[in-house]
């Protein structure tokens, strides 16, 4: 190491040793050690890199049961698409480390077998996971993780986003780093509203669907694309920023109302087609997922081009949720919605409380309003309101609790003063109409 004792002599980059007038900084530590800004730069990406354990390059990438493990930290049910995703994403950042770096890679193939790629669509009803399972596994792979509303975006050509906004996204969220970008996670929610016009029963767009699934092709499949800088759409005078898709997991979610009716009616035409078949289709069980046995010929007909259907080769499907599982999101999860505000009021100095009953009676009242989940926010949200409102500088106030009639709202929460412990009766507020 260069040691910069002599006097008179020029200081050195301990490190590479180059002079000052070599670099643009060299910056003298103790004992005359100093370090230039290259090797500052250097010593930033190697720590970077070791931090960063997910990131393509490092280590091997969890296995699809370590997968499985941490999304059960995250998201509750959905077992189905939780061992679809886990063998998915493995296999994914799998074939992204045996063909190495996207610079260094001479083609796409590896000892003459195409790694093709596997993103993955899942399907089923608002607010049930969709989204959080493939935040999570973001998480779980600490890579950059991109949401993008397929709606928002057109073909080029027409008003709206060009699709390569969706890489300016992901850009976004691996910090303008291209490299790091390139290995991340794209979700691209509701693209079933970009479903061909005329097929299916959700046409609500003016500007051709069909346009917007072919312009996804290529990103999807993996190309060297173009992205406007500034976002928007492409002119030129605006800087391009080259991003490689290839390493990308795209994850396409959708609702697909309407869905289960032409699974079922494939299912049934075969059962009741010409003459009688051979043997008997077997009748699936009662309870069983209708959406779990779709075929790629279902998303087709609902009106999504077969090429983008090929390119989303890996499907599975989420669950309505049910009280019970309402029940456990509302407490169970590391973030759960409960745990959330009794956090937010314990900053107040207040306990929160929700007896048992009180959050069957949320999931009861969420279940209702069919948006999975997110009614259960909606409503606790309605119901702390009056808490979150009186609560703050009550400094007589140590613990509020929540029970099944304060969330039916036949009641206010009760507020239990100091010195007191128990659920009295005489501690209820009254339900107030205030007079301003
Ligand atoms: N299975 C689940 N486990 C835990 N929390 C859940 C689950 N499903 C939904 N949630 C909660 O509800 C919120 C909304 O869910 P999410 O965004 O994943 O819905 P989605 O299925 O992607 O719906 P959409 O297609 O409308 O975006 C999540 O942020 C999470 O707090
Ligand atoms: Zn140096």
């Known amino acids: 190491m260069a040691h910069n004792g002599a006097p008179g002599a020029p200081f050195l980059c301990s490190f590479c040793g180059k002079s000052q007038d070599q670099v643009r900084r060299l910056i003298a530590g103790p004992h005359g050690y100093c370090i230039c800004d290259e090797c500052v730069g250097v010593c930033n990406e190697l720590a970077a890199e070791d931090d960063d354990p997910g990131a393509a390059g490092a280590g091997d990438p969890p296995r699809p049961r370590e997968i499985h493990r941490f999304l059960d930290r995250f998201v509750v049910g959905q077992e189905a698409a939780k061992r679809t995703l886990s063998v998915a994403v493995y296999n994914h950042y799998k074939r992204v480390r045996a063909r190495g770096p996207v610079s260094g890679r001479s083609g796409d193939r590896d000892g003459g077998v195409e790694l093709g790629k596997s993103n993955v669509l899942l399907i089923g009803p608002t607010g049930c996971g969709k989204t959080l399972l493939a935040r999570s596994l973001a998480r779980l792979l600490d890579v950059p993780f991109a949401i993008v509303d397929a709606t928002a975006l057109t073909e080029a050509g027409y008003v709206g986003e060009d699709v390569e906004n969706i890489l300016l996204a992901l850009i976004r969220a691996a910090g303008h780093d291209l490299r790091r970008a390139e290995t991340g996670i794209v979700y691209i929610d509701e693209i079933d509203k970009i479903a061909r016009k005329g097929a299916g029963p959700s046409t609500t767009r003016d500007v051709s669907g069909e346009g917007v699934q072919q312009a996804l092709l290529k990103i999807l499949e993996g190309t060297v ?51 009688t078949p051979a043997r008997p289709v077997p009748v699936p069980p009662a309870d069983a997922d209708p959406l779990a046995g779709v075929m790629p010929a279902d998303l087709v007909e609902y009106g999504m081009i077969g090429e983008l259907v090929g390119r989303l080769p890996v499907v599975s499907a989420v669950r309505p949720l049910d009280r019970d599982a309402l029940v456990r999101i509302l407490t169970e999860p590391r973030d759960a919605l409960i745990r959330q505000y009794q956090r937010l009021l314990e900053l107040d100095g207040v306990e929160l409380e929700f007896t048992p009953d009180a959050v069957g009676a949320i999931a009861e009242q969420a279940l209702l309003r069919r948006t999975g989940a997110r009614a259960a926010r909606a409503i606790l949200e309605e119901l702390l309101l009056t808490v979150m409102y009186e609560v703050p500088g009550r400094e007589d106030v140590t613990r509020v609790v929540i029970d099944r009639a304060a969330v039916l709202g036949n009641v206010n929460p009760t507020l239990i003063p100091r010195g007191r412990s128990g659920l009295g009766e005489e501690a209820r507020e009254e339900p107030r109409e205030e007079s301003a």
Request: hydrophobic share 45%; no cysteine.
């Open 225 to 275: 694309a173009g992205v406007p800088a500034e976002g928007g759409r492409k002119h030129p005078h605006q800087e391009v920023l080259r991003i490689d898709t290839t390493d990308v997991l795209f994850i396409a979610g959708g609702a697909f109302a309407g869905l289960e009716e032409i699974i079922g009616r494939r299912a049934g035409v075969r059962a009741i087609g010409f003459g």
